[in-house]
């Protein structure tokens, strides 16, 4: 039984370790992915646009499948937690070998070695020193490091470069886990919403995506915000002017602009909108009496301002975008678009008031029988600005795991591991033969080239110590 | 043998020199004129029309080198290509003086700055690996570039507050490096397939199947009664017309949704008479397949005609508001150049089928090919995955998270993913060969509808570019 257990196990682990499995689990996060661009996604789209594009009965299956809200649906994050298995698995199951190979190289090799490797080359020597030293002064020459290997019936030459190069692979390995465990850390202990604030306000509620609130330890305060635009019209800058309240104290302060965020304690605030409110701050306009004289008042909404000694204006309401029907004013839209305020003109004496519109509105309005003409001369309407805040305490694994990948990749793709040995051989008759070979792990057609350079130096230095020495077969022969 | 060949067909190659001079000296002429009207050499529109008359001989050179196979082709079309270039760059230093940031902010900038790599790595591939046809490929693609440059909107345009970023540049020009290293990877794999002997019938299947994709893509604004939608362009604002937001107004141009069915059918009736050879086994029917793509490249070049003529001219109805709108060009430069890009690849098999033989001569080896292909895809791939960092980075800043799942995020990682299937079948199953070409070829395709099939089909927080 518990030798069944064990075989099933391994059977899995080679399963999930094998590439076949790999390639699968890619071909489908591929289909589910691009499922999940293609259908309409639910946090993002209006519910009413969801039922305009599909049938009640086609949306009830797409809800309950959970491909309305692919990347964010259990089966899919089964999925990733799948593909991470997957890495870790082969990972593992291949790294004991190249990790005996990374701490073992390989460094005399053997007749049957140098009889298989494909690109070697052999020269006729008279002895031992004399082959080892001029491949040594060739490797000093070329730039390359090289070891003597004394082993107890052999003497040898053994020279490498980037060993790590080896290892790479697994950096790449390890550097995706490292950036899916940012994400599952962020998408556990993360969180994301809006806060809306007008300058003067302040808060520390937090509006999440999924309708819930987040309360932060600490209050933000918007001190100003306002937006730049170009001649022609378009956005230029959106900025506001916050700061942070911890304990009472203020503790930062910061002016944001969009892709320029203020960080405290790991929260981050974004510039995310900018807008009108729709609402009133204070209106100035220039009231003239019947006799001539004008003055000029300020009013924000519900405030009175005396005008003489008997007459007062009040200003009751502010409607942003009027329209005027049956004989009733009613708001269009928020959007300071066609603004008109009502203004009441009271005479205290008499007790009588006059209901003012502006602009007129006829039927309404009675500034012809009000003492004083009033004439708008700057409205000034609220503003928000709208913050996008987020946590995302794993970040900074993503991050790491970018440059990591990044160092990995280039090892992988860049740096070469090059060995080099050379074997002094004794052959039949007493002779001596040189034998050199090399491989490289990856872009074989340069290290042929090299390999070439390498056996041209060795041969110049054997040459001018004793001519007879010809290169018996100075030639690579691999891939040809 | 392909000496023969040459001989068949004597009067290509002065005739073609003749023809090539005239046209250039031609264009030159109305360039001068250009400079005489504006007064000013150095302008951004005269360097352009410079690069464009540039690349468009060294295009012609380049082909004429494909059919004839005369060497001294080449050293002019180099040239030629040479010349380009710095004219080339020299729109772009204006652009980028003008504008006061490197060009990637709109889709006429990120033409500029794509076909400026697509010349400069058409030169590297030429001199460095001696993949010397190279040119009648990318060539006529930058003068595709060129042309539909001078349709778009090109005046500077101030950068909205999400693009005020150094970020927007790192993106930017690792997203073109990588697209350019993936366009040559899959222009390699075509070739590869070629010198791996490869049927030409099927090469024609592909490029029909190819040609029957664009024009279903474009049926897709078919209108009832032969109509065909396009977007209303405001000749005053020089933008489209937007009934609310992100809901574009569709005219109809009238009748020719016919001729845009019309030309459908003839780029199907290539594959059906493929298939048909294929099931009835005789070769005929491939002979009449030839035929019909000569003829389906006659009415297709007709479709472009009459969708230029027609939509340069003219306002149409609209059957979501009253009254007639005007329409331009540049409202639809996916449709032109799909239009285009169909007749190019038909021309490209043509190309084929006529100088099969040339081309093999000329072309490196296979195995050359196949390893010149996995090496674009290396240096394609770290660039896709800094592309992608670059651009989470960047979205960390500017909207709160690296990470939205937005459908162009989404897009470049798959992307990414099958490029990463590639190297994994490459490097640890020893995939070589045709299958390592298909996977290329593969890649590619999933570039280009990251690229142009995201913007054009699922628009999301990517809306600029």
Redesign the interface.
């Known amino acids: 039984m518990a030798q069944s257990l064990r075989t099933t196990f391994r059977k899995t682990w080679l399963t999930l370790s094998s590439?076949k499995t790999?390639?699968i689990l890619?071909?489908l996060?591929?289909i589910f992915?691009?499922a999940?661009?293609?259908i309409l996604?639910r946090p993002m789209t209006d519910p009413d646009d969801m039922q305009r594009a599909y049938s009640p009965g086609m949306l009830r299956f797409l809800d309950a499948t959970g491909l309305t809200d692919v990347?964010h649906a259990r089966w899919f994050v089964a999925l990733m937690v799948m593909v991470s298995l997957c890495i870790i698995a082969a990972s593992l199951e291949r790294f004991p070998n190249a990790w005996r190979f990374f701490s073992r190289p390989y460094k005399s090799p053997d007749a049957n070695f140098r009889r298989a490797l494909p690109t070697q080359a052999h020269f006729a020597i008279s002895d031992e020193e004399q082959g080892l030293g001029a491949a040594e002064r060739a490797f000093r020459h070329l730039g390359m490091r090289s070891e003597r290997i004394v082993r107890t019936d052999s003497f040898s030459l053994f020279s490498e470069r980037h060993r790590i190069s080896e290892m790479a692979v697994y950096i790449v390995h390890a550097s995706l886990l490292l950036i899916f465990l940012g994400?599952i850390v962020d998408a556990l202990y993360g969180w994301?919403g809006f806060i809306q604030l007008t300058p003067g306000g302040q808060g520390n509620q937090v509006e999440l995506r999924n309708g819930g609130v987040h309360q932060v330890p600490f209050a933000i305060r918007c001190d100003a915000a306002g937006e730049e635009t170009?001649a022609?019209g378009?956005?230029?800058?959106?900025w506001s002017k916050l700061a942070v309240v911890d304990n009472g104290r203020e503790v930062l302060r910061k002016e944001i602009?969009?892709?320029?965020?203020l960080v405290y304690q790991g929260v981050?605030f974004?510039?995310?909108s900018y807008g009108r409110t729709g609402k009133m701050d204070r209106l100035i306009l220039t009231a003239t009496s019947a006799a001539g004289s004008s003055q000029e008042i300020s009013l924000a909404l519900n405030q009175t301002a005396d005008l003489d000694a008997d007459t007062s204006v009040q200003l009751t309401e502010f409607i942003p975008d009027f329209v005027v029907q049956d004989g009733h004013v009613y708001a269009r839209s928020n959007d300071v678009a066609n603004p008109a305020v009502h203004l009441v003109v009271t005479s205290k004496k008499s007790g009588k008031s006059v209901n003012v519109w502006l602009p007129e509105i006829p039927e309404i309005s009675e500034n012809a029988s009000s003492p004083y003409v009033f004439q708008p001369k700057e409205l000034k309407t609220g503003v928000f600005t709208g913050l996008?805040?987020?946590h995302?305490p794993g970040?900074w694994a993503?991050?790491g795991g970018?440059i990591l990948?990044?160092i990995g990749?280039?090892f992988v793709?860049y740096v070469v591991h090059v060995r080099i040995w050379v074997v002094p051989v004794a052959e039949a008759e007493g002779k001596m033969t040189l034998w050199v070979g090399g491989t490289a792990n990856r872009n074989r057609?340069a290290f042929e080239l090299k390999f070439k350079k390498i056996v041209e130096a060795i041969e110049k230095e054997l040459k001018p110590e004793s001519a007879s020495a010809q290169p018996r077969q100075a030639t690579s022969i691999a891939g040809h | 043998m392909a000496r023969a060949k040459v001989e068949q067909h004597p009067a290509t190659g002065t005739t073609l020199v003749v023809m090539v001079g005239l046209s250039i000296a031609f264009l030159l002429f109305i360039a001068f004129l250009n400079v005489v009207k504006s007064g000013n050499i150095l302008s951004e529109a005269n360097l352009l029309y410079a690069a464009l008359v540039f690349y468009a001989g060294a295009g012609a050179l380049y082909l004429g080198f494909g059919v004839t196979g005369t060497d001294a082709y080449i050293k002019f079309a180099s040239l030629s290509t040479w010349a380009g270039l710095i004219a080339n760059t020299g729109a772009v230093a204006h652009r980028w003086y003008e504008a006061g940031h490197p060009p990637f902010a709109s889709l006429y900038e990120m033409l500029l700055s794509f076909v400026w790599t697509l010349a400069a790595l058409t030169l590297i591939a030429e001199k460095k690996y001696g993949v010397k046809v190279i040119g009648t490929v990318t060539m006529p693609v930058a003068i595709v570039g060129v042309v539909l440059m001078q349709l778009l909107r090109s005046e500077v345009r101030p950068l909205v507050p999400a693009l005020q970023s150094t970020w927007l540049h790192v993106h930017v020009t690792l997203a073109m490096l990588a697209y350019a290293a993936c366009a040559l990877s899959f222009a390699l794999a075509m070739m590869f397939l070629i010198q791996d002997k490869l049927q030409t019938e099927t090469f024609l299947a592909a490029t029909s199947i190819f040609t029957v994709g664009i024009y279903a893509a474009v049926l897709t604004r078919f209108e009832r009664w032969g109509g065909f939608n396009v977007i209303a362009w405001d000749p005053e604002n020089k933008a489209e017309v937007f009934i609310s937001k992100g809901v574009r107004l569709f005219v109809t141009i009238p009748d020719l949704g016919w001729l845009m069915l019309l030309v459908f059918c003839a780029v199907a009736a290539p594959l059906v008479l493929y298939i048909a050879a294929l099931v009835k086994k005789t070769d005929s029917f491939l002979e009449i397949a030839n035929r019909a793509v000569f003829i389906s490249i006659l009415l297709q070049a007709l479709a472009l005609v009459f969708f230029l003529l027609r939509v340069r001219a003219g306002s149409y109805p609209s059957l979501d508001a009253e009254g007639l709108y005007p329409t331009s060009l540049a409202a639809s430069p996916f449709i032109l150049s799909a239009l285009v890009g169909g007749i190019f690849a038909n021309l490209l098999y043509l190309l084929l089928l006529w100088r099969r033989q040339d081309l093999e001569r000329l072309l490196p080896d296979a195995d050359a090919l196949d390893r010149i292909t996995y090496k674009t895809i290396c240096i394609a791939f770290p660039l896709l995955t800094l592309m992608i960092a670059a651009g989470a980075y960047w979205a960390n800043r500017a909207w709160g998270s690296y990470w939205n799942w937005d459908p162009k995020e989404t897009w470049a990682a798959i992307t990414w993913l099958v490029y990463a299937g590639y190297l994994h079948m490459r490097i640890t199953r020893g995939w070589r060969g045709r299958r390592a070409a298909y996977f290329a070829i593969l890649g590619f395709a999933v570039v280009m509808f990251t690229f142009f099939g995201v913007t054009y089909l699922l628009p999301g927080l990517h809306a600029y570019a």
């Open positions: 590439i790999g390639v890619i071909i996060v591929v992915s691009a999940g661009t293609v996604q990347f994400g994301k170009y022609d378009s956005p230029k800058k959106y602009v969009v892709n320029d965020p981050r974004y510039q995310a996008e805040v987020s995302e970040q993503v991050w970018v990948m990044a990749l280039t793709f057609d």
